[in-house]
């Protein structure tokens, strides 16, 4: 069975970031309508990262000598739960600070690791993702892109898709296959990065249902990467990819993709009705959210509190993320619904916010590994499989 | 917390409070020997100052104990009779002997669990409250159900106290109660999926059944994070309490209940109908925590109103301000 999450607290010199974060907040996200806010780690703005980098608030996790702040999980999270909750748009450089970043300095060369981390700090470097195909989704060790040995580095032939920012981006963090074939699963899978710039890869951005172009297709053709493409170990891929899963999948991104949609809607209820004038159904409502947040906050503080200790509760990190989402999804369907009785009418930027967030809701549990799967790694976790 | 308090918990409980003893005491029968060895392990005065002759713990360091109270369904008023007596000590009141009721207030009397038994009824009214006899109080039994008893006395009964309103105290010994309660429910759920055999496999086999208990883990998860969180002391009220805390722990233990009773009962099939099986002792604890001392709608209403006249106007910082895993900073 899986141990209780004791309560952890995000220690004071972390906690001592946060004014300084909101200061800046408070200009730079002022003149963004909260319907733009409310694409969260999805809104993508390159300035905007640059002007996070310039303060040092990139990489903050990684070690001083490669350009970062030396900082632990709690400033990041810190950081990152104040970008979110404001509606920041963290898009461009978000995957390379998460996960990429950590990624090459866990696996990577000393050469990889100076060449690429001072970059991400920079906001120079932008990179994506690119586990899923057209045939893989949840079953994510049937990968068949294929990077072969070749010469003096690899040649790569398939395709990748749902590709966050692959249009945007410099380089791509790819699970592929290096040897074996599908049959042989996890063994034979690597990680490789990908020039996005090098001839033979074609990206087609894929428009979403509320009209943004977030993710791409890519479809790598006789790619020629150097040897020194590869990250890790050649056959490690399948465990590179899951130490990171704790990382991805416990944090505040997981509970505040809605807060905008929340604030904005508490915002109003607060202005239009006076104090004491709300409707016992919205104020009974509003508590609701309130208590969900502040207990899936506690749980995702506490899961980074195991991580800080160097544990990978990669369980724990799946029960945060499903819960997480499940709230985040409830506040569109509530807040539609509260919005729907007669009564003042609210104004436009909160119904366009909570139609973009309604249109995205089921988004946020496929994202990330779907909620069956993470419900199948619960299960597991408590020895039922 | 002491993990060695938690573990003599376990340990009386066990041999205390065992199904037979539980079952015996819902039947009417004497809570003395269990509540005498309640007494001697000192877990009523468990946060009475120690100046005035208890252990001076705080919430945070009972709630295990409470939790483990939960978890054996234990019909017995300790988390209340802890919290009642230090309101006593503090206040500079005698402190009777024996195990006391918190009632809610109700109609001129007071509604008290269907179950189980206590010695003094401490009923929250103008001015503080009144300590009053269990053993002179009338049973309206037109008003009574499976979710309380409501009870009246004369006209002068009782004592007079000056302690604060105890309705979030109450509600925090009941958030306590069920998150312990809840865990068991978990853990024998686990075990029958893994025993109970259909179409040549254990149940447990199944991806539906996987699906459903994993979601009832994640229940339980939060409702010990929302106990926690409601435990940190940093509030004025007995023990350190804190009402919003309390208001949030409350309402997602109460949440979470709901879930965990519905999946438990379908997990168990028809054998968690049984009057036999234990499962309905901890189910039948959820529904009654669950409102007692309010429930999700009181509680929700309360926190909402509380956010909207309050100085922070976005959640996430009304959540750090007042309901984060720990106290806030002097400074923040
Ligand atoms: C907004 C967005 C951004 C994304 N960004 C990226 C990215 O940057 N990089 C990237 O690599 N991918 C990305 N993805 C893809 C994402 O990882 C996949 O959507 C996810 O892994 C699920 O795969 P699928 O969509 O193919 O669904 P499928 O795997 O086809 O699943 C369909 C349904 O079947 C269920 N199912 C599948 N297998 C099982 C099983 N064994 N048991 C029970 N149920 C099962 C699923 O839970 C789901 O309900 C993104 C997706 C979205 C929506």
Redesign the pocket.
């Known amino acids: 069975m899986i141990g209780a999450l004791p309560l952890a607290a995000i220690p004071p010199e972390d906690e001592a970031l946060r004014p300084e974060i909101r200061a800046f907040l408070r200009d730079a996200v002022a003149d963004i309508p909260p319907e733009r806010r409310a694409r969260s780690w999805?809104g993508f703005n390159p300035e905007f990262s640059r002007k996070l980098a310039g303060r040092g608030w990139l990489g903050l996790t990684f070690p001083r000598e490669y350009g970062g702040a030396g900082r632990g999980a709690f400033a990041r999270y810190v950081l990152v739960e104040e970008l979110l909750a404001a509606g920041a748009p963290v898009s461009a450089h978000w995957?390379a600070d998460r996960q990429s970043g950590p990624l090459i300095q866990r696996f990577g060369t000393e050469a990889q690791r100076r060449f690429y981390l001072p970059r991400i700090c920079r906001a120079e470097a932008f990179f994506?993702?690119?586990?899923?195909?057209p045939n893989?989704?949840?079953?994510?060790a049937s990968v068949t892109t294929r990077a072969v040995r070749e010469g003096d580095g690899w040649r790569l032939n398939g395709a990748?898709?749902?590709?966050?920012?692959?249009q945007h981006s410099h380089y791509m963090i790819a699970?592929v296959r290096t040897g074996g074939t599908a049959a042989d699963r996890h063994k034979g899978l690597s990680q490789i990065i990908v020039d996005l710039h090098a001839p033979g890869v074609r990206i087609s951005p894929i428009r979403?249902l509320a009209g943004d172009a977030?993710?791409s297709e890519v479809v790598f053709e006789d790619v020629f990467l150097p040897l020194d493409a590869l990250i890790g170990e050649e056959g490690s891929g399948w465990a590179q990819v899951n130490a990171e899963l704790a990382f991805e999948r416990s944090g505040p991104e997981r509970v505040l993709s809605s807060a905008v949609l929340l604030d904005e809607w508490a915002r109003w209820l607060r202005e239009a009705s006076g104090v004491g004038n709300a409707s016992e159904a919205a104020e009974a409502l509003l508590g609701r959210l309130l208590a969900h947040l502040a207990v899936l906050r506690a749980m995702s503080v506490a899961v980074t509190g195991r991580l800080m200790e160097g544990e990978s509760p990669v369980v724990e990190a799946a029960l945060v993320k499903d819960l997480g989402t499940e709230f985040e999804q409830l506040i569109p369907v509530v807040v539609a619904d509260i919005l729907a009785r007669p009564g003042p009418v609210p104004p436009g930027p909160l119904m366009r916010t909570l139609a973009y967030t309604a249109a995205?809701a089921p988004?946020f549990s496929?994202?990330?590994?779907?909620?069956?799967?993470l419900r199948?790694m619960i299960a597991r976790g408590m020895g039922l499989r | 917390m002491d993990s060695l308090l938690v573990r003599s918990a376990e340990e009386l409980f066990s041999r205390h409070a065992d199904p037979t003893a539980v079952r015996a005491i819902r039947a009417g029968g004497s809570p003395e020997v269990l509540w005498g060895e309640l007494e001697r392990a000192g877990f009523p005065d468990a946060l009475v100052p120690e100046d005035a002759g208890g252990a001076g713990l705080r919430a945070a360091e009972v709630l295990p104990v409470l939790m483990a109270a939960g978890r054996f369904a234990v019909p017995l008023p300790l988390g209340e009779t802890m919290l009642a007596r230090a309101a006593l000590a503090a206040a500079g009141e005698e402190v009777p002997p024996g195990a006391i009721l918190l009632g809610e207030p109700l109609g001129g009397g007071a509604r008290v669990p269907a179950i189980g038994a206590a010695d003094w009824v401490l009923l929250p009214g103008d001015n503080g409250a009144l300590l009053l006899p269990m053993a002179k109080a009338a049973e309206d039994e037109g008003a009574g159900s499976p979710f309380g008893r409501v009870l009246r006395w004369p006209g002068g009964a009782g004592r007079r106290l000056a302690v604060p309103d105890l309705f979030p105290a109450g509600a925090w010994a009941e958030v306590a109660a069920m998150a312990g309660a809840m865990e068991r429910i978990l853990e024998s759920t686990v075990r029958h999926a893994g025993e109970r055999q259909q179409f040549g496999r254990p149940v447990a086999a199944f991806?539906a059944v996987q699906?459903q208990i994993s979601v009832m883990t994640e229940d339980v998860f939060a409702a010990r994070m929302a106990a926690q969180l409601a435990s940190v002391p940093d509030g004025d009220g007995v023990a350190g309490l804190n009402p919003l805390r309390v208001a949030a722990a409350k309402l997602r233990t109460g949440e979470a209940a709901v879930r965990v009773s519905a999946i438990a009962h379908a997990v168990h099939g028809a054998m968690g109908i049984t009057e036999e099986l234990d499962l309905h002792l901890l189910t039948e604890r959820l529904r009654t925590g669950r409102v007692r001392f309010g429930g999700e709608a009181h509680w929700g209403g309360w926190l909402g109103r509380r956010f909207l006249a309050g100085d922070e106007t976005e959640t996430l910082a009304f959540v750090r301000a007042h309901l984060g895993p720990s106290a806030p900073e002097a400074t923040a």
């Open positions: 999805m995957i994506c993702i690119g586990m899923s195909e893989t989704g949840s079953d994510l990748k898709i749902w590709t966050t920012n692959a699970l979403d977030h993710f995205m988004s496929l994202r990330g590994g779907t909620r069956e799967i199948g | 991806q699906q």
